[in-house]
């Protein structure tokens, strides 16, 4: 421990975001990251706690090291953060940008004080690394001779590709979209995830042996038996992407989109032609409505705002979360708590007030061909007899919002059946794929799944704890021991 009382010389300081009214303009990242002094300033921060409950079950899913390399940000020593930041994380470009850091809702310095800034600490170690050249492809010295089927190119394929890579197995990923990534390609918008950052990391990945097959759809495209055929094991790592439906009365109507579609049609046209003035489904000029909260949400939000739309609207059926936390989330639990996200503080830059309508029930999607206006009702929500949270509806409260453009980001439900049907595997009552965590076989021999195909919908840290645990499973099978982390 370097700085034995830095955390009580150094105010938190966040890696802030450009303006709102600059970042409107653009689909660039947006964070404006601190000098390498501040930065290590923040490092010092970490206190050396007995017991480091940051990367513990109730923080970091890949357990990182968090108290070594924050104390070798503080030291200057950034290539040894480096090595101990990639000791137990594939991709910390991602995670330091995208992930929600329940490290640091886990923080022991955040039961009383702001905690650590260990996701952008994370951000400064990896970025640094690649500016000083301590990035590079380290193809395996040996192959083993086996061949393994990675089926999606998201965070656990890609890191169960890396991983069985390493161990020596030759690694073909196989991607239906144009684009290797998955949801860090398409779900997730250029500000937040800039492509170039992905495609650098695929890049890396291609330099060290492993294969990119885009364009085909697994169970499609080709069959379960065609990829048994070539290879030795496949991993299922396709996330869990059939989206969840709202149908009332008049879902038919034109102009009611899945936010996934809008995301992913957007993205792709800002690749394809650098600009998205022809994106599929455009919010300029329109009144949107977005219906379900969280990280998609705001992105439909953020998104909306760049596309020039004239008024914008977030639904959320359940109440406004708590500013701090409750006795229903204590330290170190992750809490859910109120937070103004770009997306959020972006429209209140934009039309003066925060789009949010929190206790709201969609009844009705009104309108000709195309929807013009969405039927609303208030709700609350009591505890019944046994604690459990139940909804009921507030007479009298209906209401009338204008629409244009409806994007539905409610959520995912499970997997999608063409390739559950062409490897015929075990399929959980949430549909989801039935393998156990840890060992993460199928009910098919040699098929193995990670990511959110088999935990559900869950977050890109997730992913690649999954992804690096099923290809340790992988390599047991593939070759009677493993020494994969």
């Known amino acids: 421990m370097g700085k034995p009382t830095g955390f009580m010389e150094y105010q938190r300081r966040i890696v802030p975001y450009a303006d709102a009214d600059r970042r409107l303009g653009d689909y660039n990242e947006f964070l404006v990251p601190l000098s390498d002094g501040e930065r290590r300033e923040q490092g010092a921060r970490c206190m050396d706690c007995g017991v480091p409950f940051c990367h513990s079950s109730f923080g970091c899913p890949v357990d990182n090291l968090i108290p070594e390399w924050n104390d070798l940000v503080y030291r200057g020593r950034d290539k040894d953060a480096f090595k101990r930041l990639m000791k137990t994380n594939n991709f910390p470009e991602f995670t330091g940008r995208v992930c929600p850091a329940p490290c640091e809702t886990a923080c022991v310095l955040g039961i009383n004080e702001p905690a650590v800034t260990i996701k952008n600490n994370e951000y400064f170690i990896i970025e640094k690394a690649f500016a000083e050249g301590y990035v590079s492809a380290n193809p395996p010295a040996l192959r083993t001779g086996k061949k393994v089927a990675v089926v999606g190119s998201g965070p656990a394929g890609l890191a169960a590709a890396d991983q069985l890579n390493q161990a020596g197995h030759r690694v073909v990923v196989f ?10 390609m398409y779900g997730i918008p250029n500000m937040k995830l800039d492509k170039n950052v992905v495609l650098r990391r695929i890049g890396i990945m291609e330099e060290e042996g492993v294969e990119f097959r885009t364009g085909i759809e697994v169970g499609v495209d080709i069959q379960a038996e065609a990829l048994e055929a070539e290879f030795d094991a ?29 995301l992913t049609g957007n993205t792709r046209t800002l690749l394809d032609t650098g600009n998205c003035e022809k994106a599929p489904v455009s919010a300029e000029g329109k009144h949107v409505i977005v219906i379900g909260g969280g990280d998609t949400g705001c992105d439909c939000i953020g998104t909306s705002l760049r596309h020039g739309c004239a008024g914008l609207v977030n639904f959320e059926l359940l109440p406004q979360p708590p500013t701090e936390r409750t006795d229903e989330f204590p330290w170190p639990m992750y809490p859910k708590l109120l937070k103004v996200d770009y997306g ?5 830059k934009r039309f003066g007030k925060d ?11 009104i309108g000709d061909e195309r929807v013009e206006a969405v039927k609303t009702v208030r709700v609350q929500w009591k505890k019944d007899e046994n604690g459990r949270y139940q ?14 453009l409806v994007l539905l980001a409610m959520g995912f439900i499970g997997a999608e059946k063409p390739i559950l049907e062409s490897f015929g595997i075990d399929t959980t009552g949430t549909g989801t794929v039935a393998a156990e965590y840890g060992r993460f076989a199928t009910s098919r021999k040699g098929v193995f799944s990670a990511g959110d195909m088999r935990r559900g919908q869950s977050l890109v840290v997730w992913a690649i704890n999954e992804g690096r645990g099923a290809a340790r499973e992988v390599d047991r099978y593939l070759m009677g021991r493993t020494y994969l982390p």
């Open 234 to 262: 496949v991993v299922l790592t396709c996330g869990s992407t059939v989206p969840r439906d709202l149908p009332v009365p008049g879902r038919e109507l034109e102009g009611i989109h899945y936010a996934m579609d809008f």
């Open 175 to 184: 991607e239906r979209a144009d684009r290797p990534g998955g949801l860090l």
């Open 391 to 404: 909804m009921s509806e507030v007479p009298g409260s209906e209401e009338i919002f204008r629409a244009d």
């Open 344 to 348: 959020h503080e972006e429209a209140i």
């Open 355 to 365: 789009p949010r309508e929190y206790n709201i029930l969609t009844k009705e999607f």
